[in-house]
DNA sequence: GCGTCGATGGCA
DNA sequence: GCCATCGACGCG
């Protein structure tokens, strides 16, 4: 089911975020990200999305962070400088999203779960595997630069989310750390990828305001 | 509207 | 043998 969102026509003055506010802690990174715009170019297109729910994963102690796993071909990507794009493989189908975080050395990450669609193109983008697929994200952009042409983000100040943090969906083995607050998304979206259970979804918690 | 389940392949 | 998913299906 394709939704459809009101929104106003965008201009172009939004700033680029640059590598500063990637190389931050994936804590304080998840949720700036909620509220800001992603452009992709990719065969003479440009698509552009809002941001509404992203996952902190917070380094190789985080059990349910790739980088517990070690540094391995798959993981060398994260523990890089923040700004770079980590782009895996899942479930025999699935393409995921995350922009590093932190500094060289230190592997944390944030997964982009969802997005609303900007521009009036009409897509659906509320799962982190629709996204990548709509937005022909792949593999072969694993480590490229998120300050270049490709893929780049950018503020926007005049938007200002409800945020609200939630568990970490499908982490349940990851003991000690499926519980942890890492999910932030805009209670005002409707493309979030999933509603929280009932319970939760009358009072998410707030995290600013 | 919600729970269950199969598809499918890279990784350790 | 898992797994940061999705969509189809059955339910009533």
Redesign the pocket.
């Known amino acids: 089911m394709v939704k459809r969102y009101a929104s106003a026509a965008l201009g172009d003055g939004f700033k680029k975020l640059g590598h500063a506010f990637f190389q931050r802690p994936a804590l304080a990174l998840a949720p700036d990200l909620i509220g800001t715009i992603l452009v992709r170019r990719v065969q003479g297109k440009k698509y552009r999305v809002r941001i509404v729910e992203t996952?902190a994963?917070v380094g190789a102690h985080d059990l349910?962070?790739?980088?517990s796993?070690?540094r391995?071909?798959?993981?060398e990507v994260?523990f890089g400088p923040g700004g770079r794009a980590?782009v895996?493989?899942?479930?025999?189908?699935?393409e995921?999203f995350?922009i590093v975080a932190s500094v060289e050395g230190d592997a944390q990450?944030v997964?982009i779960?969802a997005a609303e669609p900007l521009d009036g193109w009409e897509a659906?983008l509320?799962?982190?595997?629709?996204?990548t697929r709509a937005l022909h994200i792949t593999r072969t952009q694993n480590g490229i630069d998120l300050t270049g042409s490709d893929i780049f983000l950018l503020n926007d100040p005049s938007y200002q989310p409800q945020l609200a943090a939630t568990k970490?969906?499908?982490?349940d083995?990851?003991k000690e750390w499926k519980d942890e607050l890492f999910r932030f998304l805009d209670a005002k979206s409707s493309a979030v990828?999933?509603?929280p259970p009932?319970k939760s979804r009358r009072r998410p918690r707030q995290v600013t305001e």
Do not use: Q, W
């Open positions: 996952e994963y349910a962070c790739h980088a796993k070690g391995t071909r798959r993981t994260m980590y895996y493989f899942i479930y025999g189908m699935y995921m995350n990450a997964l779960r659906d509320s799962g982190p595997g629709k996204f970490r969906i499908g982490v083995y990851a990828s999933k509603r009932a």
